[in-house]
């Protein structure tokens, strides 16, 4: 039965997306023009760094080539007027599929004394670096940090796992290692914190991810089960319903009108939901068992939610979905109905659910093409990317 639904939906999309009239430039020298979308292709021309082309469509299947996963691109040369098939590693999309592009704006970094494990920027702006067991926090959009060490009882938090942040002030942080892990809590900028572990109600002392709902109630990802409390931290109750089976993964929150919200869980064999109406009753869209081993997630405002994992990127939603073979994902954020998503061959980047794709890479400015972290200001319109342990600052146009 597995087979036949996978079947389906793969027939409901065409193997060619249509990005017709992109303009793009190559970005290595040297680059083939191939005849067929292939590495073997006879060679049609070869293109210097910075030719301009114009593309007509692409393949919506990722391949591999030269050890990296992306979409073969037809395209005609402008300087020669010649068409052909070119690897999208070699390819700067200048502009997305629904007029959006990413620019860099400059490089902060390194940023702390230790590695960057993961990013946040806060309603108000202010930047969150997360580090193994401290934060670097800057709220002029990187010029001045300050470095906090969240710290409960001369006890330091371990290494920490999860972030989430709720208005200006509200953080709350996972750890699952030692004597300082568990569900960590500030109210005030991270000032002063609570911690609650498994002697305060919680399946486990090991927290692997975290959610803020409201000033009172908040969700935990632990290695026993998944909790959330509606009293702040006084009592623990375990989240209910459908259970794809496995280990619990992830956490995407989904933000709604007055302030309601609603999230979603990923399991090692499926993923879950929550509505608003039943915040702590799990449920289950057609196919979300198709979606598997992915720690990362993140919710459209169209109510979709995209996952990604080792075997790429997934969406589901009430219509359907769908799969997208790329590079292992490492972090995923949606801007409205845009996805943009980490991996180890640079950011990846939609705004039509996938059919069309564009990408940022090394060769358009960031620090290396293993990008770790993204993290989204939606004020002044940033996204701040993780990669070599320093942060690129990107505009979105």
């Known amino acids: 039965m597995r087979k036949i639904a996978l079947l389906f939906v793969l027939s409901c999309f065409p193997?060619?997306?249509?990005?017709?009239?992109?303009?793009?430039?190559?970005?290595?020298?040297?680059?083939?023009?191939?005849?067929?979308?292939?590495?073997?292709?006879?060679?049609?021309?070869?293109?210097?760094?910075?030719?301009?082309?114009?593309?007509?469509?692409?393949?919506?299947?990722?391949?591999?080539?030269?050890?990296?996963?992306?979409?073969?691109?037809?395209?005609?040369?402008?300087?020669t007027g010649k068409q052909g098939w070119v690897f999208g590693?070699?390819?700067?999309?200048?502009?997305?599929?629904?007029?959006?592009?990413?620019?860099?704006?400059?490089?902060?970094?390194?940023?702390?004394?230790?590695?960057?494990?993961?990013?946040?920027?806060?309603?108000?702006?202010?930047?969150?670096?997360?580090?193994?067991?401290?934060?670097?926090?800057?709220?002029?959009?990187?010029?001045?940090?300050?470095?906090?060490e969240p710290t409960v009882l001369g006890q330091k938090i371990g290494t920490i796992d999860a972030i989430h942040t709720s208005g200006s002030n509200g953080i709350a942080l996972g750890s699952t290692e030692g004597e300082g892990s568990g569900f960590?809590?500030?109210?005030?900028?991270?000032?002063?914190?609570?911690?609650?572990?498994?002697?305060?109600?919680?399946?486990?002392?090991?927290?692997?991810?975290?959610?803020?709902?409201s000033s009172a109630r908040w969700l935990a990802l632990t290695e026993e089960g998944s909790v959330m409390t509606e009293d702040a931290g006084k009592s623990w109750k375990p989240l209910s319903g459908y259970d794809p089976g496995g280990d619990a993964l992830a956490l995407a929150v989904c933000s709604g009108s007055a302030g309601s919200v609603s999230f979603w869980v990923s399991f090692e064999d499926g993923v879950a939901r929550a509505l608003r109406s039943a915040p702590g009753q799990l449920s289950r869209l057609d196919s979300s068992d198709e979606i598997e081993d992915s720690p990362a997630l993140a919710c459209s405002s169209d109510g979709s939610v995209w996952a990604g994992g080792d075997d790429g990127i997934h969406l589901l939603n009430e219509s359907g979905y769908r799969h997208f073979e790329s590079g292992s994902v490492n972090d995923i954020i949606a801007v409205g109905t845009m996805v943009l998503v980490a991996t180890d061959n640079g950011i990846s980047f939609s705004t039509d659910q996938g059919t069309g794709w564009s990408s940022f890479t090394a060769e358009q400015g960031l620090a290396d093409d293993e990008v770790d972290a993204l993290a989204f200001d939606s004020r002044s319109l940033k996204l701040y990317v993780a990669a070599d342990n320093k942060i690129s600052v990107l505009s979105l146009r």
């Open 15 to 79: 193997l060619w997306a249509n990005p017709s009239g992109q303009k793009a430039r190559i970005l290595g020298d040297y680059v083939n023009l191939r005849g067929v979308p292939t590495v073997n292709g006879d060679v049609v021309t070869v293109m210097k760094k910075n030719d301009r082309v114009s593309v007509i469509k692409r393949r919506n299947e990722m391949s591999q080539a030269d050890g990296k996963s992306n979409y073969w691109y037809k395209i005609i040369h402008e300087r």
């Open 89 to 148: 590693t070699y390819l700067g999309l200048e502009v997305a599929p629904g007029g959006k592009s990413l620019n860099l704006d400059r490089q902060i970094g390194p940023v702390g004394n230790s590695e960057i494990r993961m990013l946040e920027v806060s309603l108000d702006g202010t930047i969150y670096v997360v580090h193994n067991n401290s934060l670097s926090i800057s709220k002029d959009g990187g010029a001045i940090w300050q470095t906090l």
């Open 184 to 213: 960590w809590i500030s109210h005030n900028g991270g000032q002063t914190w609570s911690r609650f572990r498994a002697s305060n109600g919680l399946p486990s002392n090991e927290v692997k991810d975290v959610a803020i709902l």
